[in-house]
């Protein structure tokens, strides 16, 4: 359970991310500066580097993160390995899509802005990083290797049923599924 003062840190990151998100759909994310998301929150200009190092990384924001109870059902589980990690990749999915509009308006920015961009393959190989220890703690017996090439494969998976959700009229639930089904398809290929 998190403390006040962590809880509060947590929010005010959040208003952060958000302020520049506003502020880049309403004025282009070039116009955006730091002192604009400062006076936007009601912080100092100061304040906001405790936060983010830029305004690349107040775009971002702290990234999705694996819940501790998906965390703890995942390592606890007495079920198949294969639905286990269905589960896990589906909340991971959940946690990464909350909100369309700011996804879709973050997605352009990375794609327009070289610096956004390298902030968000940094963040998704801290990802794999975290899901291959993961993994590890649940698989018993794998070289690191093979659990980082199935950790990067999960996300890649992950990733592509959200961009299909952006892309298209579709159910989160529903562009899960189908990844999931083709990530299936994908190892009926490779096994032969």
Known sequence: MLGLRERR????????????????SRDG???VTTQAISKDVGISHRTFFNYYENKESALMGGGPEI???SIERFLKSELPIKENLRQLMFDFMKAAATHREELLIVLEIVRTH??????QLARMSEARNHLSQLLAMRIK?????VLDILAEVLLF???TGIL???????????????SWEAL?????????
């Open 9 to 24: 840190r947590i929010e005010m990151a959040r208003d952060i991310h958000d302020a520049t998100i506003k502020l880049a």
């Open 29 to 31: 994310f070039s116009a």
């Open 67 to 69: 819940s501790e109870e």
């Open 114 to 119: 070289p610096k956004a961009g390298q902030i």
């Open 141 to 145: 017996n794998s070289s690191v290797l």
């Open 157 to 159: 998976s992950g990733w």
């Open 164 to 178: 299909r959700w952006l892309k298209e009229p579709i159910e989160l639930k529903e562009a899960f599924d189908d």
């Open 184 to 192: 299936g398809e994908v190892t009926k290929i490779l096994a032969v």
